[in-house]
């Protein structure tokens, strides 16, 4: 028995199937293209969540066997439940938020529209995950992380993680596994690196791409689903050399600038107009 247990799923997902239920007749009902499209999002959301939740509450029941020891409750099982849960209490409170304010003049029904399609997408993936890690679940030995090397596990892993889409977990979704403090830092590393790799496919490297990267960035802060399509292309086109010029950008080209300039002679010499004796002079008796 585990004993550190998970809450129980089922009041969430069965918050998240009223609330999407409840959203999509209400927009249904407007006859407007933005108000189908919420419509289609909320029914994406309800047919995730339906076939999420057994797949969950299986890998909760399971999980604790592969932690390192009954008071250490860690282990990869357990982040993929957390990070699904946590997703899941993302959608509900947006749609909780869309069925609140669906009728303020303030309401922006493309954005946040836009934003259950996202959570809905991440939802679908999530999915994925969970069937894979359940495929993996069932070759592993009793207690093990690792299946065996001959069982060409992981080859099916690979194959089944190059069919994924993974863009939007860096678009509007983008650090929904942290707090909420965290989301500013991961969006601007994220658009960043993105900027950053639209100049370095030119060619240009270090500080020359770093501010030509500057302004290439504003497109990609206004337009989440296009940075999350940058960022899942550049990790699976781009080389090595890529990751190592953005990551070492910092320590190998600003801070060596930084120590050039700190480290420059300068003249430190101090050359008085007037002798000692000449000012003793001006100084009253």
């Known amino acids: 028995m ?15 199937s ?7 007749a209400f927009f249904l009902n407007t006859g407007t293209a933005v108000g ?25 029941r399971l999980q ?8 250490t409750p860690g282990n990869g099982y357990r982040s993929l439940v957390a990070a699904t849960r946590r997703c899941v209490a993302h959608a509900v409170a947006k749609c909780r938020y869309v069925a609140a304010r669906r009728q303020s003049v303030f309401f922006r029904p493309a954005h946040n529209a836009a934003e259950l399609e996202a959570y809905g997408a991440a939802l679908g993936q999530l999915r994925a995950l969970l069937c894979l890690a359940q495929g993996v679940l069932a070759a592993s030995p009793q207690g093990a992380l690792f299946a065996a090397e001959e069982s060409g596990l992981g080859e099916a892993v690979l194959q089944e993680y190059s069919t994924m ?18 989301r500013p830092l991961l969006q601007t590393i994220a658009i960043g690196l993105v900027s950053y790799g639209d100049v370095y496919r030119s060619g240009d490297v270090g500080l020359g791409a770093a501010a030509g990267s500057l302004f290439s960035g504003g497109k990609y802060a206004l337009d989440p689903e296009l940075r999350g399509e940058e960022f899942e292309r550049l990790t699976q086109h ?15 080209q600003l801070l060596a600038v930084r120590k050039t300039a700190q480290n420059s002679p300068k003249s430190a010499e101090f050359h008085p107009k007037s002798s000692p004796e000449s000012v003793g002079e001006w100084c009253p008796k």
């Open 238 to 252: 781009l080389d090595v050399g890529f990751w190592k010029s953005f990551w070492n950008l910092t320590e190998s």
């Open 36 to 60: 189908r499209r919420f419509a289609a999002a909320c029914h994406l959301l309800r047919h995730h969540g339906g076939r999420l939740e057994p797949a969950l509450r299986h890998l909760q």
């Open 2 to 16: 585990d004993p550190h247990p998970s809450p129980d799923p089922r009041p969430l997902f069965r918050a998240l």
């Open 64 to 71: 604790h066997r592969f932690d390192l020891d009954p008071s």
């Open 18 to 24: 009223s609330l999407a239920a409840d959203n999509a």
């Open 165 to 182: 889409h993974c863009g939007c977990f860096y678009g509007r979704c983008l650090g929904f596994q942290f707090v909420p403090s965290m």
